[in-house]
């Protein structure tokens, strides 16, 4: 298959956007209806992207961040970074305009291999102060907002979960444990205790 062949060839930012709503829709259906209006888009073009970026990864194309290249075009942001024991790892971002401040950031491992994908916050955007349980609101805090706040945080996948969903475990700084539920890297649900 020839690269003008392959289909997330011409996909672009906002059936990117669509993509990853489909999995947001799981845990948030009024903020991913209102999304879709924001976009002028309806259901069946959220669940057409999802289908096309699905049949991308099942096909020949090339693996990698590829991918997120043939559908996004250049990334924006190119960097790498050393990490002890594993080598050196480029990450990649791209503004995601449906969420002010965020980028989808892709980091690779050495050979290529993407070991992260999640929406990540722009350098110049300043995270929300996270202290009670309350500060913790969809859509707006975002994996490594989390960290900076709440660490330690623990990780993990549910039973039949997809590789876009994880649960942290946390305890927030006014002392709270609490359980939240993030899809790529973007919080969706908070449940304390």
């Known amino acids: 298959m020839t690269l003008d062949r392959m289909p997330l060839t011409g996909f672009g930012v906002v059936n990117f956007e669509l993509m990853l709503l489909r ?3 799981d845990h948030q259906p009024s903020l991913v209806t209102a999304a879709m209006k924001t976009l002028g888009k309806s259901g069946t073009d959220l669940r057409a ?3 096309q970026w699905q049949r ?3 096909g020949h194309f090339p693996g990698g961040a590829t991918r997120y290249r043939l559908a996004l075009g250049h990334p ?6 050393r990490v002890k024991l594993v080598g050196e790892l480029t990450v990649e971002a791209w503004p995601m305009p449906l969420w002010p401040g965020l980028q989808f ?3 690779s491992g050495p050979g290529g291999a993407v070991v992260d994908e999640r929406l990540t916050r722009l350098a110049d955007s ?23 706040s709440c660490a330690p945080v623990r990780y993990r996948m549910a039973t039949g979960s997809v590789a876009s969903h994880t649960t942290a475990e946390f305890t927030t700084p006014d002392g709270t444990p609490c359980q939240a539920r993030f899809t790529w890297g973007l919080l969706q649900t908070v449940e304390r205790g």
């Open 105 to 107: 950031q892709v980091t």
């Open 56 to 58: 991308g990864l099942r």
């Open 49 to 51: 992207a999802h289908a």
């Open 126 to 148: 300043p995270a929300p102060a996270v202290d009670t349980p309350e500060d913790l609101r969809p859509w707006i805090v975002t994996v490594d907002d989390l960290e900076i």
């Open 76 to 81: 924006a942001v190119v960097t790498t970074r």
């Open 23 to 25: 999995r947001m829709n």
